[in-house]
Each structure stands twice: as structure tokens, then as C-alpha cells.
Antibody, heavy 120, light 107 residues
Framework: EVQLVQSGAEVKKPGESLRISCKGS????????INWVRQMPGKGLEWMGR????????NYSPSFQGHVTISADKSISTAYLQWSSLRASDTAIYYC?????????????WGQGTLVTVSS | DIQMTQSPSSLSASVGDRVTITCRAS??????LAWFQQKPGKAPKLLLY???RLESGVPSRFSGSGSGTDYTLTISSLQPEDFATYYC?????????FGQGTKLEIK
């Protein structure tokens, strides 16, 4: 079974750093992009960026570039999303989702989501 | 960026009704469009891709159509488990973008 399993919920203070993870299983991890999607409380879905785990090539959405860092470790089939200095406005659920490398490709499956709460 | 305009933003319907949700892209996306269903507290679930191709395991009452800039999702006969929020998404080019969502509620 193809699965993306994300790390657990986090509660952080403004200014703190954080890294959340997304581990793929049941497929060739280097054949698919890992995308990150934000969902703020009660709001819609926003694409943040993606990484090709084969060569660590990354596309960021301009809306998120400079505030988050996407990375991956293909040896353990895991992608990461990290912040060096969290803001209250980073409070959201973050999802990872897979899409095929090469050509256009849809997102499937998605991880279960990681809730990040940033509050003083 | 390609803007995705989804309508309506909310919809009240009854079990057995036929409903249609539309999604308009700000430029042509050559059918590189997916539809997702999201229930409260859950991750989005892929329903259709390439505008009209049904994901494996998704009931056939869901269908999609469209080309160019205009796309639709139709549910032919609503079932109780279909009440959820639906999103369209273009994967034609990055930055990938989603519609704002349609909340389908029970009348």
C-alpha cells in the first residue's frame, strides 16, 4: 500500500524553529515529487512547494519562498518542511502529497496532515 | 500564477439530488485538473484527475468534464457520505493552485 505518514502535532512559540516530516512507503520514493500544502484554520488549500527526492531539485511557491525550507533524505524515504523562525500566522495543518516526476501529475495520496500551532 | 475560480462557494442539497460545481482557470490548463473531496479533520482525497478520469475506488456517481479554462464536477445522485468540501486544482504549471472550495451541505 502506498502511504505517506507525517510526523505528529507540534506546539511552538513564535521565533522557534521546527522541522516536520513525511515518510513515503510502498513505492519508489525517488520517482515522485513530494509536495507540501498548507491549510490555515477554516481555510482552503495552498501549495507551498515540492521536492524531487532523486536530486533534491525544489520548486517553491513565491508566497512561501524565503520563509520555509523543503528538503529530503532519499536514503530513508523522508521529506521535510522546516522553519527557522515561526510566526503565529504559521498556525495551520500541513499536508504532504505525492505526484509523479516527469510531465504533469496529480496529487495522490496525501499524508494525514501535521497540525502546527504557534502561540506565545 | 493561474487563478482558479470555483463556484458556488457553498451549496445546500438533498440526498438524491444532482449537483454541479464549476471551476474556471485564468488561462488554459489543457485538462490538467484534479478534484478533491475533504471531510472535516481529514486529508483531501483525490476523486478525478485529467479533468474527467475517475480515481480507482471512487463511485461512478462522480464525473468530471471540461477543457481549456472551464471544468465541472458533477455528482449524479447525492449520498449522505458526499456532504463535504470539494476543491479543484490545476497541476498544469507551478505554482500549483486550488479553487477556494465548495462546501456541500445537507438541505
Amino acid at each position: 500500500e502506498v502511504q505517506l505518514v507525517q510526523s505528529g502535532a507540534e506546539v511552538k512559540k513564535p521565533g522557534e524553529s521546527l522541522r516536520i516530516s513525511c515518510k513515503g512507503s510502498g513505492y519508489s520514493f525517488t520517482t515522485y515529487w513530494i509536495n507540501w500544502v498548507r491549510q490555515m484554520p477554516g481555510k482552503g488549500l495552498e501549495w507551498m512547494g515540492r521536492i524531487n527526492p532523486s536530486d533534491s531539485y525544489i520548486n517553491y511557491s513565491p508566497s512561501f519562498q524565503g520563509h520555509v525550507t523543503i528538503s529530503a533524505d532519499k536514503s530513508i524515504s523522508t521529506a521535510y518542511l522546516q522553519w527557522s523562525s515561526l510566526r503565529a500566522s504559521d498556525t495551520a495543518i500541513y499536508y504532504c502529497a505525492r505526484s509523479l516526476v516527469g510531465g504533469t501529475s496529480w496529487f495522490d495520496p496525501w499524508g494525514q496532515g501535521t497540525l502546527v500551532t504557534v502561540s506565545s | 500564477d493561474i487563478q482558479m475560480t470555483q463556484s458556488p462557494s457553498s451549496l445546500s442539497a438533498s440526498v438524491g439530488d444532482r449537483v454541479t460545481i464549476t471551476c474556471r482557470a485564468s488561462q488554459g490548463i489543457t485538462k490538467s485538473l484534479a478534484w478533491f473531496q475533504q471531510k472535516p479533520g481529514k486529508a483531501p482525497k483525490l476523486l478525478l484527475y485529467a479533468a474527467s478520469r475517475l480515481e480507482s475506488g471512487v463511485p461512478s456517481r462522480f464525473s468530471g468534464s471540461g477543457s481549456g479554462t472551464d471544468y465541472t464536477l458533477t455528482i449524479s445522485s447525492l449520498q449522505p457520505e458526499d456532504f463535504a468540501t470539494y476543491y479543484c486544482q490545476q497541476y498544469y504549471t507551478t505554482p500549483y493552485t486550488f479553487g477556494q472550495g465548495t462546501k456541500l451541505e445537507i438541505k
